[in-house]
């Protein structure tokens, strides 16, 4: 709350006044607009990223005003003081049909005449007007573009709210009372001021020359069958545009087209044109969905798509082109997908991620804008955004909840979703509630575009949706995606190793830098619509960046990635997505087409890693050891293996391999090296490398050749797989912290109970470390950098961690583990020194087995697939 200041300097602004006036007894609020709704916590509301609008409430002894809405708080209360004034100063309010008709007169006047003024415009067109219909404005017209008039209208008779035919009929009667000033055409449903304007009111704002103007427009058939077409229209300035309009509808002339609203952007002057409805027209076979879905109101017949208007800003015609991918775009710009893609730039390559894993690895709009973009192209009032506190176990500070409500036109609850994750930042909390909304909300419609009804709840999410409360976006969603899969490209699930190394066609020297899950990568690439003897360029881009392992971009770019070293590059080609997408990207539609109808059509896509930046994790465990902390702990489990002398060893949760790949750089006893990992990105990477090592090795005599036989296994460790039961020493090096702690426990009763290996070492971040080395991490402008406070240690050290345990924590999880399945334990670590605080950086715990290795497990067992597999075959090696 905000009260009327006092200045001592002799202002007479509106506040002034009423401050003199009124002193203390005037109050001020201010409030933003689209803020987020604070669900009874006040206080809780966030500014938004964006610019942020005011609006400014005065209250009086007498009465209270509201202010326009403005950029600056300053001015919302000096608009509320000047609301206040008028009407403290106002004769008593005039009658609404004698204001409609002193409304009228004005905008006939020589005064609106020389405006810039979205309607004043076709004034001065009309002139232009030859014939009979010199001078003539269509009532369309007026009613459309100049907002008091329909007002006036609205508040005389408010029943006719959603009826413009009656709004204009309106018009019209109020017009003939004017007689004496203005002409009105029945025929032509149009008026003409009778006298003509004086030359200096013309001369005043005549356009300087002729220019001849050709624009581009889009023709959008009311028969779905027909594909939208491009033409082009002469708006010469010696012609009124919506006469040419009218023309291209085959309407008689300007009076007969109607407009829609405008589509795309708030601001834009996109807009549909369309007939004039007739009473025996309007019948659902002629609706026109796309038109009507894409402007959000029922057009009948065919429509033209146009960016075409006066402005406020000056008093020249503002155009500009609409080819087809503008069409195609809008089309996009209605889905939360599509929203992604195109704010990223990226429409054959970018997908909507899957979650929202942390804002410095999140690249485009982000999920809360996407939300409010969504809810914005289907006409829907803003999302609500609430935002629960809930106490902290850790600490003292509070951590949020959010929870999002999706209204519609008429305020009733369309979509309701109530995740359960907490946050301490307040827009973490919000941009990931935002996400599942959104992802939820495109799977949804991709569904229903397959003509799938049958999902009709949050599906187990926490998340509730009432479908009825927007069926008729939803009919006209399904009526104009109906031969749409979707905007996703077509994911088909990432091969194996063994296919895809060679058709992706990967060039270069191979590199030691390549991604891991939580890095960003940034590539550049091209991509080309191909036939057998032609092809043109769709998309380019130089830089594109996304976090990797968060289904960023369509799955083959991932898997190229995955196993491309920086400065690598790749050709690959993929399926054809849906069309619309080319066409959206496409800047030739005409040449695209032919392309596409010569069959045998493929995507081509060519692409470069540019870099990689790793997450914090990795970039603080290299920076700040020597050797570095990954390297600390292979060395620790070849320490093991050399004591033990074994033979058999299974790396649990191998990722990318590093630790195979080091311990082949080791004379050791090893025979058997064996990799379980869910990633298969991450596992192909590991083919590659140890693949070229130990061909390589094996030839030259380096240690690894006490090697015989090397596998790769794609499967969850939490499940038995034959194949790895009772291996002489297991590795599981910072896995489990990248699992729910009920599964890391499941992880731990499966392995000692059933795998039985005889030795086990099992790693996982020490929380109490992090104060360490996030006081001197090598922060990067990304990290964090909407954290108001960039000293405040983070979390988790990798935002793919669910939990981090403390010393204690972890020696109560392992202590529990040994006693269950007779193991011996003791703890360990690397980085740091033991028994000085805050103990090692990475701990580990060291499982040995009391018994001997228990009967054979059930062999049949081998839920695990094989992605890679190595034998010694002398000297000669294969794989599948
Ligand atoms: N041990 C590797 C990788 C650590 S990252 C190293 O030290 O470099 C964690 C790995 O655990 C990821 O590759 C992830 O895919 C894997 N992972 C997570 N949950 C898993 C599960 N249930 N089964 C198998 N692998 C899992
Ligand atoms: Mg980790």
Redesign the pocket.
């Known amino acids: 709350m905000v009260t009327g200041g006092s200045s001592n300097k002799e202002v007479v602004n509106p506040k002034a006044i009423i401050h003199k006036r009124f002193g203390d007894k005037a109050r001020y609020n201010v409030e933003e607009i689209q803020e987020f709704a604070s669900n009874g916590c006040p206080g809780l509301a966030i500014p938004q990223k964006g610019p942020c609008l005011y609006r400014c409430c005065l209250e009086l002894p007498e009465f209270s005003v509201v202010s326009d809405i403005c950029k600056r708080k300053k001015e919302a209360m000096q608009s509320a003081a000047e609301k206040a004034l008028e009407k403290l100063t106002d004769p008593p309010v005039e009658d609404p049909a004698d204001q409609l008709i002193s409304r009228l007169s004005y905008l006939f006047s020589n005064d609106f005449y020389s405006t810039c003024h979205p309607l004043s415009g076709h004034f001065r067109a009309a002139l232009q007007r030859e014939g009979h219909l010199n001078g003539l404005v269509p009532i369309t017209v007026m009613c459309f573009f100049d907002s008091k008039l329909s007002n006036l209208c609205k508040s005389i008779k408010p029943e006719i709210e959603s009826k413009p035919l009656e709004v204009m009929s309106m018009v019209m009667d109020a017009a003939t009372r004017l007689s004496e000033t203005v002409f009105t055409s029945k025929e032509n449903f149009s008026l003409r001021r009778i006298s003509p304007y004086p030359p200096e009111v013309i001369q005043s704002v005549e356009a300087s020359c002729q220019q001849e103007t050709y624009i581009k427009v889009i023709q959008v058939p009311y028969l779905v069958e027909e594909n939208v077409k491009p033409s082009t229209l002469d708006v010469s300035s010696n012609k009124y545009y919506m006469d040419v309009i009218a023309r291209g509808l085959g309407a008689a002339d300007a009076s007969m087209v109607m407009l829609s609203r405008s589509v795309g952007k708030a601001s834009s002057e996109t807009r549909l044109y369309f007939h004039a409805p007739k009473k025996d027209l309007e019948d659902g076979a002629f609706m026109n969905a796309r038109a009507s879905y894409l402007s959000g109101q029922i057009i009948y017949g065919d429509a033209i798509l146009a960016t075409i208007g006066y402005t406020w800003k000056s008093c020249d015609l503002f155009h500009e082109d609409v080819t087809s991918s503008t069409y195609y775009r809008l089309l996009m710009n209605k889905v939360p997908t599509g929203i992604y893609k195109l704010s990223r730039e990226a429409v054959l390559v970018a997908e909507l991620p899957a979650r929202f894993g942390a804002r410095s690895n999140w690249r485009g709009l982000l999920p809360r804008d996407i939300l409010c973009t969504f809810a914005r192209q289907h006409q829907l009032p803003e999302p609500v955004f609430s935002l629960v506190p809930a106490k902290d176990i850790e600490g003292p500070e509070e951590i949020y909840r959010c929870e999002v409500k999706l209204l519609s036109k008429g305020q009733d609850l369309i979509l309701h979703c109530y995740p359960r994750d907490l946050f301490k930042k307040q827009s973490d909390a919000v941009q990931n509630a935002s996400s599942k909304v959104i992802s939820w909300l495109g799977d949804y419609l991709k569904k229903l575009s397959m003509q799938r009804e049958d999902l009709t709840n949050g599906n187990g999410l926490d998340l509730d949706f009432y479908p009825e409360h927007i069926s008729k976006e939803l009919h006209f969603f399904s009526l104009v995606h109906k031969s749409w899969s979707g905007f996703e490209a077509n994911s088909k699930k990432v091969q194996a190793f063994s296919d895809n190394v060679c058709s992706y066609n990967i060039q270069g020297p191979d590199s030691d830098i390549f991604p891991?899950?939580g890095c960003l990568v940034c590539v550049c690439y091209s991509v080309f619509l191909v036939t057998e003897g032609d092809k043109e360029l769709l998309e380019k881009n130089e830089e594109f960046e996304f976090e990797f392992g968060s289904e960023a971009v369509i799955p083959d770019l991932e898997a190229v990635v995955a196993q491309t070293g920086v400065g690598q590059s790749a050709h690959f080609r993929v399926e054809m997505p849906p069309r619309e997408l080319i066409f959206a990207a496409s800047a030739d539609l005409s040449r695209s087409l032919s392309l596409l109808s010569a069959g045998g059509c493929g995507l081509e896509y060519t692409t470069t890693l540019l870099r990689v930046t790793e997450p914090m994790e990795d970039r603080m465990e290299k920076a700040q050891f020597s050797p570095s902390l990954?390297k600390q702990?292979v060395n620790y489990a070849v320490g093991h293996i050399k004591e033990s002398s074994a033979t058999f060893l299974v790396?649990?949760?191998?990722?990318?391999g590093?630790?195979l790949d080091s311990l082949l750089d080791y004379p050791t006893s090893l025979e058997r090296i064996i990799g379980?990992?869910?990633?298969t990105k991450?596992l192909a990477r590991a083919a590659k490398t140890l693949h070229s090592k130990l061909s390589t090795s094996c030839n030259t005599q380096t240690p690894c050749s006490g090697i015989e036989y090397a596998q790769l296994l794609d499967?969850?460790?939490?499940t038995f797989d034959s194949r790895v039961y009772g291996c002489d020493i297991g590795?599981?090096?910072?896995?489990i912290e990248?699992?729910s702690e009920d599964?890391a426990t499941l992880?731990g009763n499966v392995v000692l109970s059933s795998f039985c290996p005889k030795l086990l070492i099992i790693?996982t971040p020490n929380y109490e470390y992090n104060v360490i080395l996030q006081k001197s991490a090598p922060q990067t402008p990304e990290d964090d950098m909407d954290d108001k406070n960039p000293t405040k240690p983070c979390k988790f050290r990798n935002f793919?961690h669910k939990f981090e345990w403390t010393r204690e924590q972890f020696r109560i999880w392992a202590s529990e583990l040994s006693e269950k399945h007779n193991y011996d334990v003791e703890f360990s670590g690397v980085g740091g020194v033991d028994g000085v605080e805050p103990g090692f950086a990475s701990q580990i715990a060291v499982f040995r087995r009391r018994s001997e290795l228990p009967a054979d497990k059930d062999s049949a067992a081998v839920p695990y697939k094989v992605v890679w597999d190595w034998k010694r075959t002398n000297g000669l090696e294969g794989h599948v």
């Open positions: 891991s899950n990954s702990r790396d649990f949760g191998c990722g990318s590093s630790l379980v990992d869910i990633s991450a499967g969850s460790i939490t590795t599981c090096l910072e896995v990248h699992m599964q992880f790693s793919d």
